[in-house]
C-alpha cells in the first residue's frame, strides 16, 4: 500500500510540474483550448493506468508528451473530416495579448513543425527529449526545426518584417 502512495506521490509531482506543458503541446497540435484540455485529460488517465511500468522518473516528461500527442491524435481521428478553425485564426487562449507576432505564424505552419517548435522553444526541451516523446531519429528532429525556421522566415519576408 505504501508502493501506491509513493508511486501516487510520484506521479501527482510529475503532473504539477509538466502539465502546462502537456496542454501547450496539445494546443499546437489540436488548435482549440478544449480539445487542447481533453487531450490532458485523457493522457493523465492514459499515464496514470501505466504508471507501475515507469522505470525512470527523471525522463517522465517526454513520456507524458508522447502520451499526450497520442491523445491528441485519437482526437483528431475522432473528429476526421470536421474543420478544426477557420484558416489563420488563432486560439482564444494565445489572443490575449501576450503572445509575439512571431508566435502566432506558428499557426500556419503544419502540425509536426508546430509542435515540435513548441516542444524545442515554449517547453526547452533538448533535442533528444523531443526524439524520444516524438518516437523518431533526433535526426527528423532537427530536421522539421530546420524546416520550420525556414518556413517562418519566408512567411516573415512575406510580410514585411524586418
Known amino acids: 500500500m505504501e508502493a501506491k502512495r509513493s508511486l501516487d506521490a510520484k506521479f501527482i509531482d510529475a503532473l504539477s510540474r509538466h502539465r502546462l506543458s502537456m496542454y501547450?503541446?496539445?494546443?499546437?497540435?489540436?488548435?482549440?483550448?478544449?480539445?487542447?484540455?481533453?487531450?490532458?485529460?485523457?493522457?493523465?488517465?492514459?499515464?496514470?493506468?501505466?504508471?507501475?511500468?515507469?522505470?525512470?522518473?527523471?525522463?517522465?516528461?517526454?513520456?507524458?508528451?508522447?502520451?499526450t500527442i497520442n491523445a491528441c491524435y485519437g482526437i483528431l481521428r475522432k473528429r476526421k473530416r470536421e474543420p478544426i478553425q477557420e484558416a489563420g485564426m488563432i486560439p482564444a487562449a494565445l489572443s490575449a495579448g501576450d503572445e509575439t507576432p512571431l508566435w502566432m505564424l506558428t499557426w500556419q505552419l503544419p502540425p509536426a513543425m508546430r509542435t515540435v517548435l513548441q516542444m524545442r522553444y515554449g517547453e526547452d526541451m533538448p533535442l533528444h527529449?523531443?526524439?524520444?516523446?516524438?518516437?523518431?531519429?533526433?535526426?527528423?528532429?532537427?530536421?522539421?526545426?530546420?524546416?520550420?525556421?525556414?518556413?517562418?522566415?519566408?512567411?516573415?519576408e512575406k510580410e514585411n518584417w524586418k
Open 129 to 156: 527529449e523531443i526524439a524520444e516523446a516524438l518516437h523518431v531519429p533526433k535526426g527528423t528532429v532537427s530536421s522539421r526545426l530546420n524546416r520550420a525556421q525556414k518556413e517562418l522566415k519566408r512567411q516573415m
Open 24 to 67: 501547450r503541446v496539445a494546443l499546437s497540435i489540436l488548435k482549440s483550448p478544449a480539445d487542447a484540455e481533453d487531450a490532458v485529460s485523457d493522457a493523465t488517465l492514459n499515464s496514470y493506468r501505466v504508471i507501475r511500468r515507469i522505470r525512470d522518473w527523471d525522463a517522465i516528461k517526454p513520456f507524458l508528451m508522447r502520451v
